[in-house]
């Protein structure tokens, strides 16, 4: 480890990791689902649930055993960093002209494999050179969240507009659409590309030397990371964290879609959807003191009741961009309270040398089976349920009716907070002594 902490490189590093992420994944839905004759690819809503669901799914899975059974007992993290992020910048080059649902499930989720890895490849990183873990990695990890918005903002400020000027809203700087701008979004994967080529080279050449671990995994941490399971909080906090993965999934199916169908212009979507990250900045600064103040089960019923109240919103009729927009702050709530909590309490209630395994477990569930359950099933059982058959000038047409989509998914939300604040209680006193 190095004398001194490179706060800057690893800083740059996070700030590129979640740009990659940022730069397609907010337009993706609405690229996808958009008609053809629009610039879209006119993919069915059950169609962008198994590309973004299952796709995601796969790579969730994997990305555990490729970066902590391949990478980092065999490679130095960084040039295997740098690999993973040059080979996905080719596939991402080839996936802004695929356009057949097969090829986009077979391509996307290679992607995934791909990519998710480099999550954990660049936490670890980050942990290996960091003199004070608790009190540096924050400041570092936040860089992430800044690059997930600047990419967000960036794209469509360049590429989908012309003559910006300031207005109220985010992103603040807007101006008239280009031509064609809904088929211009399937540059966003080639601008995603670029920042993955130029992140896969700065890992290659500026990234600290990071050698293997062979002896970091223990063979059997993982079977007794199952043990914690005979733990009740924890049986809860699996069922809830599947629960909300599922609805927070389909809101990065579903939430381009809804906010163009409510009069949002394309080009202004992807930074809509980073309103949350900029209340997640802050919710995480102050995580700390709200989970010693209140504790664990007030906090995850609190991200619970987020999702609901953002769902509950968007359900409304009439809602108007300006509302749907404001209460993208409560994504920022939900993510915080719920998500980071959970892993909180995850890392407190495990036995110190099973932690890293403990954290593997209840990652699988939230980034795997979540996702394979609301994207690839309760969207698209939701979707077809909730689907209208309209006639316009002698053409028939399918239009989703959000406002009940979204009631389902904020009902969900709800009894999530209602199961916490009934059945979890807080174990991790106990686990201590």
């Known amino acids: 480890m190095e004398s001194k902490s490179p706060l800057g490189r690893l800083s740059v590093m996070m700030f590129l990791q979640y740009a990659v992420w940022g730069a397609w994944l907010p337009l993706a839905g609405r690229f996808f689902g958009a008609s053809r004759e629009a610039g879209g690819l006119g993919f069915s809503n059950a169609d962008i649930g198994l ?16 970066a902590g059974q391949i990478a980092d007992r065999y490679f130095r993290t960084e040039r295997f960093l740098g690999f993973l992020l040059l080979v996905g910048a080719a ?5 802004r002209s695929t356009t057949t649902v097969n090829e986009w499930l077979v391509l996307g989720s290679v992607y995934s494999v791909l990519y998710m890895p480099t999550l954990a490849l660049s936490n670890s990183l980050a942990f290996a050179h960091l003199n004070d873990r608790t009190r540096e990695f924050g400041k570092v990890r936040v860089w992430g969240t800044i690059g997930w918005i600047a990419a967000s903002w960036v794209f469509p400020m360049i590429w989908l507009q012309h003559d910006l000027k300031l207005q109220a809203m985010p992103p603040f ?9 809904t088929g211009r979004l399937s540059d966003a994967f ?6 993955s080529a130029v992140y896969g080279v700065y890992a290659l050449t500026c990234l600290p030397a990071t050698p293997p671990k062979r002896d970091a995994v223990e063979k059997l941490a993982f079977a007794r990371a199952f043990a914690l399971l005979a733990k009740p909080s924890m049986v809860v906090l699996m069922l809830a964290g599947l629960a909300v993965s599922m609805i927070h999934q389909i809101y990065f199916i579903q939430a381009g879609p809804f906010l163009s169908s409510i009069g949002l212009k394309d080009s202004q979507v992807g930074p809509a959807m980073t309103v949350g990250q900029f209340s997640e900045i802050v919710l995480i600064a102050l995580l700390g003191g709200v989970l010693k103040r209140v504790g664990f089960r007030l906090t995850l019923m609190l991200g619970a009741l987020a999702y609901f109240g953002r769902y509950f919103v968007w359900s409304t009729d009439g809602v108007t961009p300006a509302i749907a927009v404001t209460s993208q702050l409560l994504h920022g709530f939900g993510y915080a309270f719920f998500f980071a ?23 699988i569930v939230m980034l795997g089976g979540g996702p394979i359950l609301g994207g690839a099933f309760l969207n698209r059982w939701l979707a077809e349920a909730n689907t209208v058959k309209l006639v316009e000038g002698g053409v028939e047409l399918s239009k989703l009716e959000f406002g009940p989509f979204f009631l389902t998914l904020s009902w969900i939300g709800l009894g999530v907070a209602a199961l916490v604040l009934w059945a979890f209680r807080d174990e991790t006193k106990e686990a201590t002594t």
Not at 173 to 181: Q, R
């Open 190 to 195: 080639l601008f995603s590309a670029i920042v």
């Open 173 to 181: 700087l807007v101006g008239p659409e280009l031509d064609n701008v």
């Open 91 to 95: 596939l991402q080059w080839q996936l």
């Open 51 to 66: 590309i973004l669901g299952v796709a995601a799914s796969i790579g969730a899975i994997a990305a555990p055993f490729v």
């Open 341 to 363: 909590s959970a892993y909180i309490y995850v890392d407190r209630i495990a036995p110190p040398d099973v932690r890293h395994s403990a954290q593997t477990m209840f990652g």
